[in-house]
Each structure stands twice: as C-alpha cells, then as structure tokens.
C-alpha cells in the first residue's frame, strides 16, 4: 500500500498534465451517451421518486426501492437518453467555446 502511494504521488503531476489536456478535447462518443444516460436516469428518479432527487432521499432503503424501480424502465430511460443526446452535445461544445474563450484571456 504504501508502495503503491509514493507511486501515486510520483505519478500526480503526470496524471494532473493529462487530465487537463482531456478536459481540453471533445469527449468521445461514449462518454457522451454515458452522460445522456445519466441525465435521463436522474429525470426518470424525478419522476418516481416524486419530485426529489437522489441528494434530498436520506433513506437507504428507499433509495433501493427506487434504483428495483428504475430496472423496470430501462427502455423509457433509453428512449430519453436518445432524445437528450443532441443537447448534451450541445452542452459539451458549449463547454468547449467557453473554454477556448477563457483561455485566450
């Protein structure tokens, strides 16, 4: 383990140097349906969980019931993924311009 850290800590200014120059590309694909997934499934939790959001559920247990209830709509959540997708793609190239913008001051 503590091998593993000054590994890690040597490793940091590496990982730090690529993630930034990640940050600075357009995300793939993939990712980008990812995110699209996720939000779907957060409007989805909305819906079933009557207006509240995964944060405001301090139960565990209800937040169990409603993740068994969420399997049950898989095909709707695809659906909406798909319908969304476009404007995450927006969203990410909207991320973009700023970026470039903030960089050039």
Do not use: Y
């Not at 590496?14 to 995300?27: P, Q, W, Y």
């Not at 694909?29 to 990812?34: D, G, H, N, V, Y």
């Not at 709707?76 to 909207?94: S, T, V, W, Y």
């Amino acid at each position: 383990r503590r091998k593993q850290g000054q590994l890690m800590r040597r490793k940091a200014k590496i990982i730090a140097r690529v993630r930034k120059r990640k940050l600075s590309r357009l995300a793939d694909p993939q990712a980008l349906k990812r995110r699209a997934q996720k939000a779907a499934r957060a409007i989805i939790f909305k819906r079933v969980a009557s207006g509240r959001t995964k944060g405001e559920i301090e139960s565990k247990q209800m937040l169990i019931a409603i993740d068994k209830k969420l399997e049950k709509h898989k095909g709707r959540i695809n659906k909406i993924a798909k319908k969304i997708l476009p404007k995450i793609k927006k969203q990410e190239f909207e991320r973009l311009r700023q970026l470039k913008a903030n960089r050039g001051k």
